[in-house]
């Protein structure tokens, strides 16, 4: 039986897991009723957190990156395309925040979640890169890690979900596990 990845493949990642891990366990266990830990969970922060992510990918293309291979592809179709991909993102993730009704805003805010999934897995690049196209853009990976853990939390939030916060995280890493393994 063969395994879905290569060890080549994920020893990059170690280090990121690992800080995800300690974070993870410093919010858990040392810093559970900390003040400062509650205002950043709060659903007003991982909005503002969210929408700055979203930004922040779309200037720098990690929203719509089409990188495969040893081609890197930079040009003006590229920023229109994210530029459009990032509006409606913003748009949805807007919207489904400032809605009154609780039903409405969580099926707005899954809508832009499934939006966001089916182009990481259909249309976005990145995850094959290099020579060969076997390795993994980290700055691509660490992004898409961040939005689709701030999403899931938000939606968390919104829908008064009482699940454990490993669940959003773990979910996040099976979801871009799948992306860098299948795809």
Known sequence: MEFLFNISEILPL?????GVILIIWLIDNR???NQLVAKFTDARAIFRLLVGVVVLGGVYLLD???????????GTGIVSDNLKYTSIALFLIGVGFVLPKRNLRV????????IWLYKLYFIK?????????NAVDIDVLAYDFMALTLRLALLRKINHLHINPHWVWGTACIVLYLRVSLF
Request: with cysteine.
């Open 31 to 33: 810093l559970k009723n």
């Open 64 to 74: 719509y990156s089409q990188d495969y291979g040893c081609i890197v592809m930079k």
């Open 125 to 133: 690049g990145g995850y094959n890169t290099g020579i060969g196209g």
């Open 14 to 18: 170690v280090p990121f897991v690992a």
């Open 107 to 114: 099926a707005i805010l899954g809508l832009e979640l499934t």
